[in-house]
């Protein structure tokens, strides 16, 4: 079934550190894949994306790994700002299922100044 | 460009009223889907709609919950008889054309149940 009220992970770093965000994702017919950051009170923002044909993509600051075997997706922000503050979410799509996403539970990014 | 609008941004209802949410997807945007988020949880797909017609309802209850997105004018999440348990934050995303799209997010509509 599923749990209701847990208090979501947290993950804190020191302003100007890398920071690590993982994610299992569930269903191994996903083909593309989704970073988003939500800030209180705000919407999901898109962050980065990735197809299945790929294992790695990099933005500004953000780089993003997915490993197919295990299912797993990583978010890597490097020298992380106050601004990065936020939970960050990943999401996943079936293309053929008409573009719905399923999001995963979240983790909050904390930064220290 | 504007973004993904939805309004109102706070709706407060007492129980067995109505809620009726909107959302204004980006210009040239045809495909609109409506999410629902508890406190500190994920989004849950509810629908997914294309101009005038619904294509995908698996995630949202049959009863008292509705969705539409006429040909003029913005998609509206409706529900019926609110209870308690409707008390979340609903939100609206649009993109231009399914297939390995991003989907742009609203700032949702929190909904408040008394």
């Known amino acids: 079934g599923e749990s209701v009220g847990l208090h979501l992970p947290t993950l804190s770093v020191q302003e100007g550190d890398n920071s690590i965000i993982n994610c299992a994702y569930s269903n191994s017919a996903s083909d593309y894949f989704i970073w988003y950051k939500q800030e209180s009170g705000k919407g999901p923002q898109f962050i980065i994306d990735?197809?299945?044909?790929?294992d790695k993509r990099q933005g500004q600051r953000v780089t993003v790994l997915l490993n197919k075997t295990v299912k797993h997706l990583s978010l890597q922000i490097a020298a992380t700002q106050p601004g990065d503050s936020a939970v960050y979410f990943c999401?996943?799509?079936?293309?053929?299922?008409?573009?719905?996403?399923?999001f995963g539970g979240g983790t909050r990014l904390m930064v220290k100044p | 460009n504007a973004g993904v609008m939805q309004n109102p941004r706070h709706l407060v209802r007492r129980r067995g009223q109505e809620a009726r949410l909107r959302c204004s997807p980006m210009k040239g945007h045809s495909h609109v889907y409506w999410y629902r988020q508890l406190p500190e949880e994920g989004l849950k797909f509810m629908v997914y709609?294309?101009?005038?017609?619904?294509?995908?309802e698996s995630g949202m209850p049959k009863e008292r919950f509705s969705a539409e997105f006429p040909k003029e004018g913005p998609s509206i999440l409706r529900i019926q008889q609110v209870v308690r348990g409707d008390s979340a934050a609903y939100f609206c995303?649009?993109?231009?054309?399914?297939?390995?799209?991003?989907?742009?997010f609203g700032d949702g509509t929190r909904l408040s149940i008394l």
């Open positions: 990735i197809r299945s044909n790929m």
């Open positions: 995303a649009s993109c231009r054309r399914v297939g390995n799209q991003p989907q742009h």
């Open positions: 999401a996943e799509n079936i293309n053929n299922a008409g573009n719905m996403l399923t």
């Open positions: 709609l294309q101009k005038e017609n619904i294509i995908d």
